[in-house]
C-alpha cells in the first residue's frame, strides 16, 4: 500500500538553506510530488519528479530522491520569510491508483 | 486560466441548513475531486469525479452529497452537518492519469466552513 510519512516540523534562519524529507513506500513506478500551504488557501504544486530519476532543480528548488531508502528530499536555497507554509510530500503509483497519497506535512518557519 | 474557483470563501451554517460549496475550473481538466482538510492535517480524499461521472467516494455520509453538472463545474450539497464537519473543503482538478503519468492536482482556495 501507499503511505508517505514526513516529520512535522522544521525552523531556520532567512538566507539558510532548507531540507524538508520525507519516505514513502512503493517504488517500483512512482510519482512523487511537493506541494506547498500557507495559512487559509489551499494546495500549490511546486514540482514532482518520477522515480527513475535521481535530482530534479528548479530555480532555488532541488528534489533529492534516494531510490534504495525510498526517501525524498526538497532543499529550498536562501530560505525567506514568504517560504513560511506547510510543505506536503505525495506519491502517485504509475499503473495503479491515480490518486495521490498525501503525508502529514511539514510545518517551515523562517525567522528573520 | 489556470485557476480553481471556490465559492463561497467562508461560510457559517446551523445543523438544520441546506447549503451548497461550488467549484469552477476552465482548464479542459476532467477530473475533479473534493477534499476535507482539519487543521494540521493533510486533505482527505472525500470524492472523484471522472469525465462527470462520480468515479470514487471514499465512505462519505450521505449529508454530504456532490454534484458534476458538467465537465467545468463541481457542487457538494450540505444537509444536516454536524459540528465536526467544520473543515477547510479543497476542490481540485486533474486530467485524469490513470497508468499514463504524473497526476497533478490544481487545487482551489478553499471554503471555510463552520457548523454551529
Known amino acids: 500500500g501507499e503511505d508517505v510519512e514526513q516529520s512535522l516540523f522544521l525552523s531556520v534562519r532567512e538566507g539558510d538553506s532548507s531540507v524538508i524529507n520525507c519516505t514513502y513506500t512503493d517504488s517500483s513506478s512512482t510519482y512523487l510530488y511537493w506541494y506547498k500551504q500557507e495559512p487559509g488557501a489551499g494546495l500549490q504544486l511546486l514540482t514532482y519528479i518520477f522515480s527513475n530519476m535521481d535530482m530534479k532543480q528548479d530555480q532555488r528548488l532541488t528534489v533529492l530522491l534516494n531510490k534504495k531508502d525510498k526517501h525524498l528530499s526538497l532543499r529550498i536555497a536562501d530560505t525567506q520569510t514568504g517560504d513560511s507554509a506547510i510543505y506536503f510530500c505525495a506519491e502517485s503509483i504509475r499503473g495503479g491508483s491515480y490518486i495521490p497519497t498525501f503525508g502529514r506535512g511539514t510545518s517551515l518557519i523562517v525567522h528573520p | 486560466d489556470t485557476e480553481v474557483t471556490q465559492t463561497p470563501k467562508h461560510l457559517v451554517m446551523g445543523m438544520t441548513n441546506k447549503k451548497s460549496l461550488k467549484c469552477e475550473q476552465h482548464m479542459g481538466h476532467r477530473a475533479m475531486y473534493w477534499y476535507k482538510q482539519k487543521a494540521k492535517k493533510p486533505p482527505e480524499l472525500m470524492f472523484v469525479y471522472s469525465y462527470e461521472k462520480l468515479s470514487i467516494n471514499e465512505s462519505v455520509p450521505s449529508r454530504f452529497s456532490p454534484e458534476c453538472p458538467n465537465s467545468s463545474l463541481l457542487n457538494l450539497h450540505l444537509h444536516a452537518l454536524q459540528p465536526e464537519d467544520s473543515a477547510l473543503y479543497l476542490c481540485?482538478?486533474?486530467?485524469?492519469?490513470?497508468?499514463?503519468?504524473?497526476?497533478?492536482?490544481?487545487f482551489g482556495a478553499g471554503s471555510r466552513l463552520t457548523v454551529l
Open positions: 481540485a482538478s486533474s486530467q485524469p492519469g490513470q497508468g499514463t503519468g504524473a497526476n497533478v492536482l490544481t
